[in-house]
């Protein structure tokens, strides 16, 4: 059995079948390959674009999607081992990883981490405790990565540029009035290097750098494929020749859980903002983000318009890779 729990374990080759298999189904999306098959999916935080492209990419190849929200339409869930459950979760995740493997055909989950502890949130026990305990295929649809959208944007890249190999990656940090998850900055991070891409971290200072685990691999994957890793302060620079700039805010690791401390660096940095300016520095550079975002808070009005902009293009592709997924992992 496999799981799709970050990109870190599939190979550049085993991704590439993905989105191949995604690119058929985007020409073809209503088939009955899944007919009979089900998934149940546990939202733990907020959803719009992953709930709806799981359930309606389900029921696009005849299957059946189940979407249940522990703490409110369904039971409180405990996920640490050997807990003694004297607070509000009612059951444990042995037994609802048990119990949904014996429903469902496959798990996903949306976790996302306590901002209290890096240390301890950056292990990602949540999604692994549910891997561990369940007996069907686990899906991460986002907890510390998320796997799910970076398909999804290399799809994008795939479709506008064809080869991406060396082609210039702006991984920028923009602005928003708090601290937010690294997670789909890491995944941004180690697809672009998995698949050979010029990447540019670009972030305020050393303080917003990403975990060293994902900065690490990142290094690895360039090596492996032939592409660069560099991390930059400099807005102009990073922008300069730029063949894609993707943006995501997030906190800054050292003040993780104290966000009134972090808000003494994040309220001097208003100015990574992505505009049109930056954008002109770039080699007609493409423009994307995971949504949702706060127009000229983290990218102008000018730029969210632009015919560069590629935001649309990647949510929508957030449902054909879904479903790519779930075929691979029922091997169907």
Not at 11 to 34: F, W
Request: aromatic letters at 8%; charged letters at 25%.
């Amino acid at each position: 059995m496999r799981n799709f729990l970050s990109t870190i374990d599939w190979s550049r080759e085993q991704l590439d079948g993905l989105l191949s298999l995604a690119m058929d189904l985007k020409q073809d999306p209503v088939q009955e390959r899944l007919k009979g098959k089900s998934i149940a999916l546990m939202f733990l935080n907020p959803s719009m674009r992953t709930r709806t492209s799981f359930d309606l990419g389900m029921q696009q190849l005849g299957g059946i999607a189940i979407v249940l929200q522990p703490g409110k339409d369904a039971w409180g869930v405990e996920f640490d081992p050997g807990a003694v459950m004297e607070g509000d979760a009612e059951e444990h995740i042995a037994e609802v990883a048990g119990v949904l493997s014996r429903y469902c055909d496959l798990i996903g989950l949306r976790a996302f981490p306590q901002f209290k502890d890096w240390s301890n949130d950056r292990q990602d026990k949540v999604i692994r405790s549910l891997a561990q305990h369940a007996s069907v295929p686990v899906i991460n649809m986002e907890t510390i990565v998320h796997p799910c959208q970076e398909l999804a944007l290399m799809m994008t890249l795939k479709e506008r540029f064809g080869d991406v190999q060396n082609r210039k990656f702006v991984l920028t940090w923009t602005w928003h009035p708090r601290p937010l998850n690294t997670a789909v900055a890491n995944s941004a991070l180690l697809i672009a290097s998995k698949f050979g891409m010029d990447v540019t971290l670009l972030c305020p200072e050393e303080a917003y750098r990403l975990d060293s685990q994902f900065e690490s691999a990142a290094t690895r994957f360039s090596d492996q494929a032939g592409g660069s890793f560099q991390v930059s302060h400099d807005i102009e620079e990073a922008y300069s020749g730029a063949d894609m700039v993707y943006a995501k805010s997030w906190g800054a690791l050292p003040y993780y859980g104290r966000p009134d401390e972090e808000w003494e660096l994040r309220k001097n940095y208003r100015h990574f903002m992505v505009t049109e300016d930056k954008m002109a520095l770039t080699d007609n550079g493409l423009f994307s983000h995971c949504l949702p975002l706060r127009r000229n808070v983290k990218a102008s009005d000018g730029v969210m318009d632009s015919e560069y902009c590629v935001v649309l293009d990647e949510a929508e592709n957030r449902l054909h890779v879904q479903k790519a997924v779930m075929l691979n992992l029922l091997g169907l």
